[in-house]
């Protein structure tokens, strides 16, 4: 099988949806097919890491296009960065041969679109692989306005690359839900968690002591935010419990990753002069075990909203360690569907945005009771989502073509072509 993976975030890359495809990505070329991939030759995150044009990479071949780099202080900053990538990609594509599979990510919104429009003219099969929900995602953060011009463009767009797939693949049932309610036929859809990285990710006991010792962390008690800091997953609430907490001297929380809204949580430490607040950098992810066995209690955020639009998927490898976890977000979600099974349920609190008492006292008592204490429940969980179960489930429904289809060579006609839409 001849496969083109498009997202624009890839090895070496940090973000989940390039560990994510990556993982993909060598499970294809571990299992005998070709793989190319387009992506950026930008760090998600820091648009300061470069990565080569070109490059050859366990079997892979990888073709990173350049982009503009404004930054994302704006939402038109942002745009233009989306766009520029779109629009280089669009280049490169038009130059390539077709391919058996094409699959898509959600990185930058509307390349889904790109892919559907490559496999219409040049034949093979689309996947669509939903990591987040566009224009509903910025419908739900008060970006876009349901009924403007853009959203309508946008949700159009979306609907064409839904349609025009052979398998939609979503990441929990309340998305799943919500293609449905679009006019998704059930059959299309599939559901596939976002794996654990449990071949890298285990609870580390040497690296718990030692990046506790690196930060200054040894006698606390660590309560982390590890990955995404987006609006998408409001961290105020958490914010306000440090505050709560900061006479406290053995709580310190860890504020791990990256994200648009990782400054505002350095603005409210030095606003507030908060010492209990301790911002890092997104880890790779060979030491990201070590970092989330140092926390004695993992978070978990999800905006009021966002149901069916995103997943945070950091839930999978806090199971993997084994972590307490706090969850703020609504109550239906993927988060409560897993912490809800778990046997001691003092090591798992589901709360709403705002309620900041609760978070605080939960936070205080665990601190009296819970360091260093592990959920054997949660670590026999997380079997269920690891990459050993997941990722050949993802690899089957791509290889899901007969042998007919792979040898045949699907001509588009010029009628074809030109009625794409």
């Not at 349920?345 to 939960?362: M, P």
Request: with cysteine; proline share 4%.
């Amino acid at each position: 099988m001849n496969v083109l993976l498009l997202n624009q975030c890839f090895y070496p890359d940090v973000v989940s949806t390039a560990q994510h495809l990556t993982d993909l990505a060598v499970g294809l070329a571990e299992s005998g097919h070709r793989v190319t991939v387009i992506a950026s030759d930008r760090g998600y995150d820091n648009s300061a890491n470069r990565f080569p044009r070109r490059e050859t990479w366990k079997g892979i071949n990888i073709i990173r296009i350049p982009s503009l780099a404004l930054g994302k202080s704006s939402r038109l900053r942002r745009a233009l960065n989306f766009a520029s990538f779109l629009a280089i990609c669009s280049s490169r594509l038009l130059f390539l041969p077709r391919f058996d599979v094409v699959v898509a990510l959600t990185s930058p919104p509307l390349i889904s679109l790109l892919g559907a429009l490559f496999v219409r003219v040049k034949g093979g099969k689309f996947f669509f692989w939903v990591m987040d929900l566009n224009p509903d995602e910025a419908i739900a953060a008060g970006w876009l306005q349901r009924d403007s011009l853009p959203a309508k463009f946008l949700s159009y767009c979306l609907g064409y690359s839904l349609r025009h797939s052979e398998k939609v693949i979503v990441l929990d049932r309340f998305m799943k839900q919500r293609l449905i309610e679009k006019g998704i036929a059930e059959e299309k859809l599939a559901v596939i968690a976002p794996w654990s990285h449990s071949d890298a990710v285990t609870y580390d006991s040497q690296g718990r002591l030692a990046f506790r010792s690196q930060h200054g962390l040894a006698e606390k008690f660590v309560v982390m935010y590890s990955g995404n800091h987006s609006p998408c997953h409001p961290l105020d609430t958490l914010l306000a419990a440090a505050l709560k907490l900061s006479t406290r001297p053995n709580v310190a929380f860890c504020f791990v990753g990256g994200g648009s809204e990782q400054e505002k949580v350095k603005a409210y430490a030095q606003h507030h002069r908060l010492t209990n607040i301790l911002i890092l950098p997104y880890q790779p992810l060979d030491q990201l075990g070590a970092s989330l066995s140092a926390a004695d209690l993992q978070v978990v955020v999800m905006g009021d909203g966002f149901m069916g639009i995103v997943h945070p998927c950091k839930i999978y490898n806090i199971l993997e360690i084994g972590a307490p976890v706090l969850y703020i977000g609504p109550a239906n979600s993927h988060v409560v569907d897993l912490v809800s099974q778990l046997e001691d349920s003092e090591l798992a609190c589901s709360v709403r945005h705002g309620d900041i008492e609760t978070v605080a006292e939960y936070l205080a008592d665990a601190a009296d009771k819970m360091r260093g204490r592990r959920s054997s429940a949660a670590m026999a969980m997380s079997s269920h989502f690891s990459k050993t179960n997941l990722l050949p489930q993802m690899i089957g429904i791509l290889g899901s073509i007969s042998k007919s289809a792979l040898s045949t060579n699907e001509v588009v006609s010029e009628t074809a072509a030109q009625s794409l839409f």
